[in-house]
Nanobody
Framework: QVQLVESGGGLVQAGGSLRLSCAAS????????VGWFRQAPGKEREFVAA????????YYADSVKGRFTIARDNAANTLSLQMNSLRPEDTAVYYC???????????????????WGQGTQVTVSS
């Protein structure tokens, strides 16, 4: 099991930037995928971005492509999400999650993820 703890959420104006971090403890293998999801009030949890732990191949939702960047820090076993050009529709609780030995077809599906953090709130004002 992997424990995940998010940080870095907050309130920002539209057009601004935030950087989220996810500290992982426990073993993450090179075949695992670790990613970010978000959930706005009254909406389903949706995929944001993910990274294959070993190869660092990245995956993005169309809605954030070109604005968000996911990365991992080897030494610190930390995942980050740099969010630029934020929009009010990006407002949500953001969750870090791990998918053990993920195959590509499962990367965007929340139910396929095994471990979840507690979430961090991101609010973008217009």
């Amino acid at each position: 099991q992997v424990q995940l703890v998010e940080s870095g959420g907050g309130l920002v104006q539209a057009g601004g930037s935030l950087r989220l971090s996810c500290a992982a403890s426990g073993r993450i293998s090179s075949h695992d995928v670790v990613g970010w999801f978000r959930q706005a009030p009254g909406k389903e949890r949706e995929f944001v971005a993910a990274i294959r732990w070993g190869s660092r191949i990245t995956y993005y939702a169309d809605s954030v492509k070109g604005r968000f960047t996911i990365a991992r820090d080897n030494a610190a076993n930390t995942l980050s999400l740099q969010m630029n050009s934020l929009r009010p529709e990006d407002t949500a609780v953001y969750y870090c999650a791990a998918n053990r030995g993920a195959i590509v077809s499962t990367i965007r599906i929340p139910a396929q993820y095994d471990d979840w953090g507690q979430g961090t709130q991101v609010t973008v004002s217009s």
